[in-house]
């Protein structure tokens, strides 16, 4: 396999499909997003071949043939199927095999937060971290454990729901079926959804939601609640896992201190007698998932040295 292939990785969300062609140096040479618009189940497989079709023109294009593809998913096993994601619809589906039968390339998988993780601790914002948690809020909310430098995906590799630890008993009923889930509550799509309920503009994205909160009661309520509910999973997580950092990611981080400030407050509140983990942003943002994708996909090809090289690709 030539040094100068590439990797069509692709970070499948509740939201939308991210895809990127990724060069042997982890630089990106194409990428493109496909917003999804209420699709789920067949409808997203068929929207994500086409997306690896469309990258598998650019990398050609740009003289770098795709040596393998990289799809990293929610609800993801060691097997290459999706066991349950509730946000895409879909249940034991085989996508590896799929995937590989429609592009006659090797295809690599991967579960979308563990990957992000990954490459946080490779080349971001847990960088030298031995014992951390990486919690994504988007769209859903997982998270992404890691001890002593190893993730934990567990006995049916489902470790790191998160989002669906009840956290309200009896609380709003959760899409996959549960009451009172953190996602429900703390998610952006939580956040969007209860916003609406009460009354708020429906136009508000939870970015803007959180924005609003000092000049709009709706909002102020809906993002307290939010933001006790996170706090209340990180405690928890702290008391299983002491871990030395929180990486938070996903598209709610963008908020910024409006989010951490009282996170922060939240975790010293529930962790009298011990000090809390520091919380830090994400430094690679959206592209992390991506990039941790690619260094699945050169893996699965035997140009795992290669990554190893890259130090930060997105620097």
Known sequence: MSLRASVLAVDVGGTSLKGAVVGDDGRFLYQQMVPLGGERGEAIFERLRDLLDRLRQEAALRGRPAGAAAVITPGMDDRGSVMFASNLGWRDMALR??????????????????????????FGAARGARDFAMVMLGTGIAAALFANGQPIAGARSMGGEFGHMPVIPGGELCPCGQRG???????????????????????????????????????????????????????????????????????????????????????????????????????????????????????????????????????
């Open 97 to 122: 095999d799929r995937l590989e039968n429609h592009l006659s390339l090797p295809v690599a998988t991967g579960h979308d937060v563990r990957t992000a993780g990954a490459a946080e601790a490779r």
């Open 181 to 315: 889930c953190l996602e429900v509550y703390g998610s952006a799509g939580g956040i969007v959804r209860r916003y609406r309920a009460a009354g708020g503009d429906p136009s508000l994205t939870a970015a803007e939601i959180a924005g609003a909160v000092g000049t709009d009661a709706r909002a102020g309520k809906v993002w307290r609640e939010a933001v006790a509910a996170l706090g209340q999973g990180l405690v928890i997580l702290t008391m299983l896992l002491d871990p030395a950092l929180f990486v938070i990611g996903g598209g709610l981080a963008e908020a910024g201190e409006i989010l951490l400030v009282p996170l922060r407050d939240a975790l010293r509140a529930g962790l009298l007698w011990r000090a809390p983990p520091p919380l830090a942003v994400s430094t690679l943002g959206g592209s992390g998932a991506l990039l941790g994708a690619a260094a699945l996909g050169f893996e699965r090809i035997g140009l795992g040295a290669s990554v190893e090289e890259w130090g930060g690709g997105m620097e």
